[in-house]
């Protein structure tokens, strides 16, 4: 089943000004950057108060015209992407899921942020809402 709320995600058009607005406006800390070409992102994590417990938003820029974050962009505007939940094992819980009549977007976990384990069911499915599962590494 799923654990906690891993991340909020937030895709943004620039990642360093959107870094720059958590901190000063929301005080958040940015603990992680990273680039992640198969998921067309570069994203950082600003973890909210001072322990890991606060949880995380996850603010994505997207680095390609094509990519899944520019697309929303296009459509949407900037604002909430993703809903992630942290799970002990993507496979067993995206089964679960599949059972209960949920389209999962890929056949096999892929990559996400620091080496996890990732899949997402469709927002067509889960009312609106992309949720992502994430099997910390
Ligand atoms: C699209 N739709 C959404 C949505 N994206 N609804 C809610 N939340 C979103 N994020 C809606 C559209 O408005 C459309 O609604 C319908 O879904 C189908 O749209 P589509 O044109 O068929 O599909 P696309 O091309 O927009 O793709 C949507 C899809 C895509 C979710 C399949 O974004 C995708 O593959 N996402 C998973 C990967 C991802 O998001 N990567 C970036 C984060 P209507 O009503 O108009 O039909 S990377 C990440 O998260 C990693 C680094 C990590 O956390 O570790």
């Known amino acids: 089943g799923l654990l ?13 000004a959107a870094i720059e607005f958590y901190a ?6 940015c603990v992680h950057i990273e680039e992640n070409p ?3 992102v570069r994203e950082a994590m600003m973890r909210v108060g001072p322990t890991p417990e606060g949880g995380c938003v996850q603010l994505l820029a997207p680095l390609t015209p094509e ?3 520019a697309k929303f962009l296009d459509r949407s ?10 799970v002990r ?3 067993v819980a995206a089964a679960a899921l599949r059972e209960r009549g949920m389209r ?5 976990p892929r990559r996400g942020t620091a080496g996890s384990r990732i899949n ?3 927002p067509k499915d889960a009312g609106g809402v992309l949720v992502e599962l994430v099997e910390p590494a």
């Open 4 to 16: 906690r709320i891993d991340h909020v995600g937030v895709a943004v058009a620039d990642l360093d």
């Open 24 to 29: 000063r406006v929301f005080g958040m800390t």
């Open 38 to 40: 198969e998921q067309g």
């Open 67 to 69: 990519s899944a974050i």
């Open 77 to 86: 505007g900037p604002g909430v992407q993703q809903v992630a939940y942290t």
């Open 89 to 91: 094992d993507v496979e």
């Open 104 to 108: 999962l977007l890929y056949d096999a």
């Open 120 to 122: 997402f069911v469709h």
